[in-house]
């Protein structure tokens, strides 16, 4: 895999999988049906989102991002950042929220894996808030999540990712935001179907 980066603005534009350098490609994580299909991916927007089930690669993805744009690792909602304030003085999302309005300032390249884990409702929309603000001041979020509250995120492009590859979705395709409607369309409907006895 290889990331393109912007000039000085160190933005990612886009990503290639390199296949002719893969020794086995049924080997995990290459073996994983939407990593299979990879070639070229666009980012081309200040915020992307990789969704999908539980095991559809977004977060291999996400990692091998990281390791194409030269970073060391992704920023998870469990991760410790050195040099900061004690964040065990405060709960998990505050922690985090912190970290976040903290670090993310200006231009740069932030990559989160599933950042809603340690936010209540509220905090992702402050979560929003923060994002909007780095990217005003030039910064670029490539996001995995499973949240529709984050991916309404304004002009983010969303990639699906499943069995058939990955393919963008509009917001509303997209499982997180469609489950999410069913359920508080019809809360007890939704809960009878499901556990029906």
Known sequence: MSGELAGATGRLIGLEM????????EAYPFSIPALARLRELSFDRPVTFLVGENGSG??????GLAVAAGLNNVASAYQEIEGGPDYHK?????????????????????????PESALSVMGQLQLLVHMEQAVAQGGQFVIVS????????PEAVIYRLNEAGIS????????????????LESPMGF?????PN
């Open 18 to 25: 390199l296949w002719d350098e893969v020794d086995n490609r």
């Open 58 to 63: 977004k977060s291999t993805l996400l990692e």
């Open 90 to 114: 405060s709960c998990h999302g505050e922690s985090f929220l912190d970290v976040v309005g903290g670090r993310f300032r200006g231009p740069g390249l932030y990559l989160m894996d599933e």
């Open 146 to 153: 499973h949240s529709p509250i984050l991916t309404a995120f």
């Open 168 to 183: 963008e979705a509009g917001y509303t395709e997209t499982d997180p935001y469609q489950l999410t409607k069913s359920f």
């Open 191 to 195: 809960l009878q179907h499901l556990l």
